[in-house]
Each structure stands twice: as C-alpha cells, then as structure tokens.
C-alpha cells in the first residue's frame, strides 16, 4: 500500500508548482505522478472529476483538488516560516483573488493573443500590467514581500504566474521599470526550492529542508 501522499501534477504548470514548493518547504513527502494533461489517469479523473492538476490524494484517501487548498494542507503540517501568517485574518485572500480571478485570464489572453482578437498583444499585455503587475511593483517597493518583511502564501502563489508573465516576452520584461518586482521573480527563480521541485525526475526519498534555505531567499533580496 502507498503510504505517502500521491500528487497529480503538470511540471510547468503553475497551480502545480506552487502546490508542489509548498509540500517541499513544509516537508511533506508525497508521490508525484506527472501527468499528460491530454491524456490523465483514470484513477485521477476517478478522484477529482472536473481534471485539472494538482490533486493530492492523502494515504486516508482525501481528495484535494485546488491548489490552493493543497497549499493550506501542506502549511498546516508544518510552516517553520509560517507563510501562513500571525493571525486569523488571512491578509493573502486579497492577492490570492487578484491573481487566480483577475490576472490569471488576462495572462492566457496575452500568452494566447491569437485566441482573442478583439484586443493587440500589446493591449493584453497592458491590462495584465494594470491589474496586478503595476500594484505588486508598488507593494515591493514598500516592502521585500507582499505582505511585508516576511515571505507569505501569496508570495509563492503568485510567482509561477509572474514567472509565466515575464517570460511571454522576456528581453521586453527585463528592460520594464518594475525593479522591484524583478529582483523578487529573480530571488524565487534561483531559489532552491523553486529549483527543487522543478527537476525533471524529482527525488522520492523524503523531503528535507535542504531544498528550502530561507537564509539564502532573504539574502538575494
Ligand atoms: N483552480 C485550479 C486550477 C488548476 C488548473 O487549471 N490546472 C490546469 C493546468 S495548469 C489544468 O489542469 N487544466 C486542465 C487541462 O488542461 O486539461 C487549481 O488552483 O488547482
């Protein structure tokens, strides 16, 4: 019997990846099994029909199916930097929606221009700006995280997104006047963490906090 937890996940997918940097911080063995998006498992559509990936599946035979959600899991097995924050409020949400709800569309319309017409390359790429890319420049200038000294969730929920966005068209990113906003996508990119739960045949020996050197994110900043 798998006594680990088993992930279903896409590697550059970017629900996946956050999904995946959090088990690995929080120290969470789990069994990934990389999946083809155009061909998923049966045993995943079994467990979470709506098909999307990440879904972990505890060994007590959990389903959870939002990324999001496998984030909190994972946290609330262990958070030694806790991400999760001081008190109840969780301060994230606001981050948390602006990405998932708002920005997440108008990067799909500007990674896929082609697809909707209706507006130039240029004009996605402007809204995408706008919404959420202008307000964390300005939240970084104030702050080294989003939510002040500290590394939080949103951090880490929102950088594979970043990341999807500065790479649409990187030499045009890299010459933007966001540097605050770049030096936090860089600091995450050369991260171990990231770096970890990027390789191509992840480790299934249990994680350990080697992959996760805070001291080393902080420094870079
Ligand atoms: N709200 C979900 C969204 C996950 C999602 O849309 N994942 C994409 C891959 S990046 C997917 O599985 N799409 C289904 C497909 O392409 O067939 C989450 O946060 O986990």
């Given at each position: 019997m798998?006594?680990?937890?088993?992930?279903?996940?896409?590697r550059?997918?970017?629900?996946?990846?956050r999904?995946r940097?959090?088990?690995?911080?929080?120290?969470?063995p789990?069994?990934?099994?990389e999946?083809?998006?155009r061909?998923?498992?049966?045993?995943?559509?079994?467990a979470?029909?709506k098909g999307t990936?990440?879904?972990?599946?505890?060994?007590?035979?959990?389903?959870?199916d939002?990324?999001l959600?496998?984030?909190?899991?994972?946290?609330?097995?262990?958070d030694?930097d806790?991400?999760?924050?001081p008190g109840?409020?969780?301060?994230n949400e606001?981050?948390?929606?602006?990405n998932?709800d708002?920005?997440?569309?108008?990067?799909?319309?500007?990674?896929?221009?082609?697809?909707?017409?209706e507006?130039?390359p240029?004009?996605h790429?402007?809204?995408?700006?706008?919404?959420?890319?202008?307000?964390?420049?300005?939240q970084?200038q104030?702050?080294p995280?989003?939510?002040?000294?500290?590394?939080?969730v949103?951090?880490?929920a929102l950088?594979?997104?970043v990341?999807?966005?500065?790479?649409?068209d990187k030499a045009?990113?890299?010459?933007q006047?966001?540097?605050?906003l770049q030096?936090?996508?860089?600091?995450?990119l050369?991260s171990?963490l990231?770096?970890?739960?990027m390789?191509?045949t992840?480790s299934?020996d249990?994680?350990?906090?080697d992959?996760y050197?805070?001291d080393?994110?902080?420094?870079?900043?």
């Open positions: 798998n006594r680990l937890p088993v992930l279903y996940s896409f550059r997918c970017p629900y996946a990846i999904a940097m959090a088990l690995r911080y929080a120290g969470v789990v069994d990934i099994h999946v083809a998006l061909q998923k498992p049966a045993a995943l559509l079994t979470s029909p990936v990440p879904v972990l599946i505890t060994p007590q035979g959990e389903v959870i939002q990324s959600d496998i984030m909190r899991w994972a946290l609330r097995q262990s030694p806790n991400w999760l924050g109840p409020s969780d301060e606001p981050w948390l929606a602006l998932d708002t920005f997440k569309p108008l990067l799909d319309s500007y990674k896929y221009a082609g697809r909707y017409p507006r130039t240029i004009e790429r402007r809204c995408a700006l706008a919404a959420m890319i202008q307000p964390m420049e300005a970084l104030k702050t995280w989003l939510l002040g000294p500290h590394i939080s949103a951090d880490v950088f594979p997104f990341r999807q966005f500065s790479g649409v045009w990113f890299d010459e006047p966001l540097p605050a030096t936090w996508l860089h600091t995450w050369s171990p990231f770096n970890a739960v390789e191509k992840p299934k249990p994680i350990n906090h992959s050197n805070p080393s994110i902080k420094l870079a900043v």
